[in-house]
């Protein structure tokens, strides 16, 4: 149970520093706040999932900040990708559009962010994610499994209520859409 609360915790702080990331970079470049992601709460599960993924998959490759690179920069393209995908047939929006960026594939994923992506990797596994795993385990230690119920729940309900606005929005006519302050192309 330790194991698992750690990894909830750990997924939220890295879908939280997501958000942060995407506000933050997206609110310069737009010259006004602009609120990123695709629930209500200031947390973007993707980077959650995306920091988990290099975890599990990159790590066997730590010897080497070359393979670890390679690996990174293609499991962040092919959680990209399929993420990218999947939204945009569910809700029959885009979250994200690399269109304007060379060497991209359908706009879903690009050449430079999928570099960055594994840049990131390297940071995540060689510096990040021991002081992310220790506060998960110091929080464990303190609570037991009480904060990663909470969150689990809590981002739960995030994803159930904002699926079924989602899906409402879907069967409307409505050809463009701010949802939670963002605009989606419908």
């Known amino acids: 149970m330790r194991e698992i609360s750690i990894l909830i915790i750990s997924f939220f702080i890295y879908s939280v520093i997501g958000w942060l990331w995407e506000t933050i970079i997206c609110s310069i470049h737009e010259k006004k706040f602009v609120y990123r992601g695709f629930l209500s709460g200031p947390y973007c599960p993707i980077y959650g999932f995306g920091a988990l993924s290099f975890l599990l998959l990159a790590s066997p490759f730590k010897g080497s900040w070359v393979g670890l690179f390679i690996a990174g920069t293609i499991i962040a393209s092919v959680l990209e990708y399929i993420t990218s995908y999947a939204l945009e047939k569910s809700f029959n929006a885009k979250w994200w559009d690399y269109s304007d960026h060379k060497y991209n594939l359908n706009g879903r994923i690009a050449l430079i ?45 995030d994803l159930t209520t904002t699926v079924v606005e989602l899906v409402g929005f879907k069967n409307s006519t409505v050809i463009k859409i701010k949802f939670n302050g963002r605009s989606m192309i419908m």
Do not use: C, K, R
């Open 113 to 157: 962010p999928s570099l960055f992506w594994g840049f990131l990797s390297l940071v995540l596994i060689y510096f990040v994610n021991e002081p992310i795993h220790n506060l998960g385990d110091t929080i464990y230690q303190n609570f037991s499994i009480w904060p990663s119920l909470i969150i689990a729940i809590v981002m739960l309900a």
